[in-house]
């Protein structure tokens, strides 16, 4: 009963998407957009990878409204008019317009809060957070927590070590079916302290080791 309320609230849908991806029927993504294992995309997101692309790693959260641009909406600054004439004229590349190429690469387990924005050619880093309402035009760095306008570093959300024990650990990088028997351990993470977050990690790598041996 819970499942079915949270799921009727967010939208998404019921229905497993390869690899656990869930995208509700509300969201729009077009173009060259990539989106990892598990990841969950909320209703009245949008992201269009148009003229460059827009890359989602594993594990994510994005919440409702939140808007991923690519170099396809930037508009010339530089020229007479910022209006995009080759939507009239055929004869002009729309690729003569694009000041911003790279592209949009949001990492692994990254929760992007209702309505954020991401400007084109961002970088997110994994395990990053991205605030509610937040407009991030720069790259954010692994773990950090952003929010505002324009979005401004909060804080990281573990100590430096734990940190970089996570990353080192790729967990992200496993199925959910690899993850569940310590899914309850993941799940209630730094709630019990950094110290049960690194055995969790301990537990994980030995999971890993046992599996392939
Ligand atoms: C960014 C966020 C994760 C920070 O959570 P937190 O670490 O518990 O932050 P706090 O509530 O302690 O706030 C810390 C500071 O950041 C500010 N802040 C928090 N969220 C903010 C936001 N979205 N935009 C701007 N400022 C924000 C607070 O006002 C506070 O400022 P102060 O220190 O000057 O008082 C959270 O506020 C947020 O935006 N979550 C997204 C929720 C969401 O979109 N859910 C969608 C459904 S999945």
């Not at 929010?147 to 990088?173: D, H, Q, T, Y």
């Amino acid at each position: 009963m819970r499942d079915l309320l949270v799921r009727l609230y967010t939208g998404i849908r019921l229905r497993a998407r390869p690899q656990g991806r869930r995208i509700s029927p509300l969201a729009t993504i077009r173009g060259d957009v990539s989106l990892g294992k598990c990841t969950y995309v909320s209703g009245y997101a949008e992201m269009r990878g148009i003229g460059s692309a827009v890359r989602i790693g594993n594990y994510c959260s994005v919440a409702r409204g939140v808007k991923i641009l690519s170099a396809g909406q930037v508009h010339d600054l530089d020229a007479i008019s910022t209006f995009p004439f080759y939507l009239i004229d055929p004869a002009l590349e729309r690729a003569d317009t694009m000041a911003q190429r790279r592209d949009v690469v949001i990492g692994n387990d990254v929760w992007i809060g209702v309505d954020a924005i991401v400007m084109p050619g961002v970088h997110v880093g994994d395990g990053a957070v991205i605030g509610a309402g937040a407009v991030v035009t720069r790259d954010v760095e692994p773990f950090q927590i952003v929010a505002g306008v324009p979005a401004k570093a909060l804080r990281k959300r573990f100590s430096e070590p734990v940190c970089a024990a996570i990353a080192a650990s790729k967990w992200w990088e496993r199925d959910y079916r690899e993850l569940k028997p310590l899914i309850r351990r993941i799940h209630a993470g730094g709630r019990d302290g950094e110290q049960a977050i690194l055995e969790t990690l301990g537990l994980l790598a030995g999971a890993a080791q046992a599996a392939a041996s």
